[in-house]
């Protein structure tokens, strides 16, 4: 079947109750927040490009998505210069400051604080980069002011905004994480925030002014950081001024993928999510996935016992590879594909799947103890992309890790700091040990996929390492299972790790599922059918037509997002 089909597939612009589309020809934004999303639609109309999209829905997200990033979120940017035809990296991912070490969650006695209580310790704060990231894209890629591209956002912090369910959500779920500052914003007077309410955040809308006036840079040398040290230092936190006015974003090379013919870019690490697709995809290829329908339960099972197999390598294996060797080499020989797979078996679901030993087909060994890191981690962050007339592709990643971070609202200013550092493994000695100036493990995962050098598809989702899976099945029901984009954000899709995580979505029929309970998957152990304003993730996706450039967009169904093309059409 030919990359031709994907397009005949695609059906005309509308929406349904749970996802939206969007059609268009001269540029297309995917946003999970419809505001943000309009915000990068304005943009592009006048002329902006790509990244002055990404931008300034960024800056919009840190007010109407400020649970899941922030002006102290980490990320990155994965963007295609269609003039240049090349691909870079924006890395403004979060690092560890300087005092970090690696038993830094554990207390005098040589013990390790619970994660509940290390997730909102201020010693979980890693060095934010998402505005070094922006500077940095601005200056390199950027046409449009940055007094332009940030307006949005102070408008939506100065004025009202009507609170959405997933800010409900969010609140109800996790306002016993929140610090006394922060719950001034989200629980007034002790009532929790709720749908239809009205909020307005002065605090945000002047640090927004300060960094529209003062630049980018401000959060890191100035009165943001000052406030930002200053905060962290009386709650016990390590971080200093020094660490803030260090930081250095950078343009890097993505790690490239493949898959039956088609090329796909990611983040390399120590971003570890794009490597665990690329070789997630190599494994299906090799299963040949597709020779199962779609709604069969080979195909669940396949996918689920094979996410387990990467992830097992991911949290054994992967790090910054500025400290550590990385098996790269190992992880991607065919040998060592098809000794992994043999694990998988259709009698029954392995109990216990194990990380392998990529070293075997490397030259060298490890510089680390090869020992998997079975912790647990957080949950949240957010995605969203943008194309513009020429052709420029920019798909942006961000977060604070945790929902609301650490918990942590700086005071006077408006915006949550991150607890990125949780993303290390708490044990000393290990591949992804915390470390002075180390980036931590990240799953995130933007991607843009091309078919003979040609951008066509780029997609990401937020949800830590689900964010795997989700990605994983969505270019899968894209690419072999020649779906429309919204039916293929929509299938429902699942999720198993190393620790025996099972998750999946409302949707899968019931001989599936009866099939999978068989094989020993314990549906009964705890875990509902989710609905569908609580899915897996939450993909964004654009599709470019390399025949006549037309643009195909869909945002998912978990948050109040949008999907909006330019000229023909918009999402509702």
Aim: with cysteine; glycine share 10%; charged share 25%.
């Amino acid at each position: 079947m030919s990359l031709k089909e994907i397009f005949d597939n695609q059906k005309p612009v509308g929406d349904t109750a749970k996802y939206y589309t969007a059609r268009g020809e001269d540029g297309m934004v995917s946003s999970p927040v419809k505001e943000a999303a309009e915000a990068g639609e304005e943009v592009l109309k006048e002329g902006g490009n790509a990244i002055d999209a990404v931008i300034a829905m960024q800056l919009a997200l840190t007010v109407v998505e400020g649970m899941n990033t922030s002006i102290a979120a980490g990320g990155y940017i994965l963007y295609y210069d269609n003039k240049t035809k090349k691909t870079k990296v924006i890395n403004g991912h979060s690092k560890a400051p300087g005092a970090t070490t690696p038993d830094i969650f554990y207390n005098k006695n040589g013990e390790l604080a619970p994660f509940d209580e290390r997730s909102v310790s201020a010693k979980s704060a890693g060095v934010p980069g998402i505005m070094k990231a922006l500077e940095l894209a601005h200056e390199t890629y950027g046409s449009k002011s940055l007094e332009r591209l940030i307006d949005p956002a102070i408008g939506l912090a100065e004025n009202d905004y009507r609170v959405s369910s997933l800010w409900e959500r969010t609140i109800d779920n996790f306002k016993d994480r929140m610090g006394d500052e922060a719950r001034k914003i989200f629980v007034p007077g002790g009532k929790p925030l709720v749908e239809g309410d009205v909020i307005r955040q002065p605090d945000l809308a002047k640090t927004l002014k300060i960094i529209r006036k003062e630049g980018f840079s401000s959060v890191y040398e100035g009165e943001i950081a000052d406030a930002i040290v200053e905060t962290l230092e009386k709650m016990g936190g390590i971080m200093k001024k020094e660490d803030l006015k260090n930081y250095k974003a950078s343009i890097e090379e993505p790690l490239w993928g493949s898959y039956k013919g088609y090329e796909l870019a990611f983040p390399a690490p120590p971003n570890g999510g794009g490597l665990a697709i690329s070789q997630l995809l190599k494994m299906f290829e090799k299963l040949n996935i597709s020779q199962y329908g779609v709604h069969s339960w080979e195909k669940y099972h396949l996918v689920a016992e094979s996410i387990r197999l990467v992830l097992a390598d991911q949290q054994t294996h992967i790090a910054d590879p500025s400290f550590v060797k990385i098996p790269l080499r190992g992880l991607f020989a065919d040998q060592y594909i098809e000794e992994r797979l043999k694990l998988i078996d259709f009698k029954e679901r392995k109990q216990e799947i194990a990380p392998g030993d990529p070293w075997k087909y490397e030259e060298s060994r490890p510089n680390y103890k090869q020992k998997q890191d079975k912790s647990f981690h957080g949950m949240e962050t957010t995605h969203f992309t943008a194309i513009d007339k020429w052709g420029n592709v920019a798909a942006c990643t961000s977060s604070i890790e945790r929902i609301f971070g650490s918990g942590i609202m700086v005071p006077g200013y408006g915006f949550m700091m991150n607890n990125d550092l949780t993303d290390f493994n708490p044990e000393p000695g290990t591949v992804n040990a915390a470390e002075a100036n180390k980036f931590a493990v990240s799953s995130k995962s933007p991607t843009i996929v091309f078919h003979e050098g040609k951008p066509f598809f780029t997609l990401g989702s937020p949800g830590a390492e689900t964010i795997v899976g989700s990605v994983a099945q969505v270019l899968l029901h894209v690419l072999d299972y020649k779906m429309d984009l919204g039916e293929a954000i929509d299938e429902p899709r699942i999720f198993n790790n190393p620790q025996l995580s099972w998750q999946w979505e409302d949707g899968i029929n019931e001989q599936a599922m009866e099939k999978l309970t068989e094989l020993g998957y314990k549906l009964d152990r705890g875990f509902e059918k989710v609905s569908a304003d609580d899915r897996l993730g939450d993909v964004k996706g654009i599709m470019i037509n390399p025949w006549n450039g037309k643009l195909y967009g869909t945002a998912d169904s978990p948050r109040p997002g949008r999907a909006i093309g330019l000229d023909v059409g918009k999402g509702k």
